[in-house]
């Protein structure tokens, strides 16, 4: 199966920028997935990438795909108190439509 | 609104009880979820469904047993509850592949705590 390695923690300033950074091991993945998981609630999808795509931008987000390097990772300009939260990468199993998940980074943003 | 609902947020078994998890998606999804969340091992799935009736074992379905006997409702049993399935179980829906991004939908959360 899939390997996605995240690192466990991230601690920024509120205004800088926070960059979460992932790898995965199948190169056949066609959707890569960022889920936010706020405390005491389930995850919610924060933003996702097709595989033929290099960078999408959503706002204060930005993910970058480096399908050579089978490596992606999360921007988010402008960090708030409010994005604390459990970020994590979940590249699809190639053709199965089903994410495996990172074990998760916590993003801790103090003032 | 999309919704996953899972009967209990916080559940406390005994050591050998039979435990039922109950989920319910009221999003007309095809495909429904297990899933453990356990403190520095991220999400590990369970089992999952494509259809009514049809399971596939994940990546950890020793111990654990699913029923889907309507769209919309997949429960996970614990047959004989262990310490070491003390955990956060999220359960997640998504529509089927065909026009679909494959994004999952999660309820809350039920955290068991077997004693």
């Known amino acids: 199966g899939e390997d996605v390695e995240q690192s466990l923690f991230l601690s920024v300033r509120e205004g800088d920028s926070s960059v979460i950074n992932c790898t995965y091991t199948?190169?056949?993945?066609?959707?890569l997935y960022w889920y936010k998981q706020e405390p005491g609630a389930g995850l919610q999808l924060l933003t996702y990438?097709?595989?033929?795509?290099d960078m999408k931008q959503d706002q204060r987000l930005t993910v970058l795909l480096n399908k050579k390097d089978k490596h992606l990772s999360l921007r988010i300009a402008d960090t708030q108190t409010g994005d604390s939260a459990i970020y994590f990468c979940a590249p699809e199993e190639g053709g199965s439509y089903i994410p495996t998940f990172g074990r998760g980074t916590s993003l801790i943003v103090h003032p | 609104d999309v919704k996953v609902t899972q009967s209990s947020r916080y559940l406390v078994k005994r050591t050998g009880e039979k435990v039922f998890l109950e989920c319910v998606q009221d999003m007309d999804h095809e495909n429904m979820f297990w899933y453990r969340q356990d403190p520095g091992l991220g999400l590990r799935l369970i089992y999952f469904?494509?259809?009514?009736?049809?399971?596939e074992k994940g990546d950890i379905p020793e111990g654990y047993s699913v029923s889907r006997e309507k769209k919309e409702r997949f429960s996970l049993i614990l047959e004989s509850a262990s310490t070491n399935q003390t955990s956060m179980y999220l359960c997640a829906s998504s529509p089927s592949s065909q026009g679909a991004t494959g994004e999952l939908f999660f309820g809350e959360g039920s955290r068991l705590t077997v004693l």
């Open positions: 199948d190169s056949s993945s066609t959707y």
């Open positions: 990438i097709f595989s033929n795509m």
């Open positions: 469904s494509y259809d009514v009736k049809m399971k």
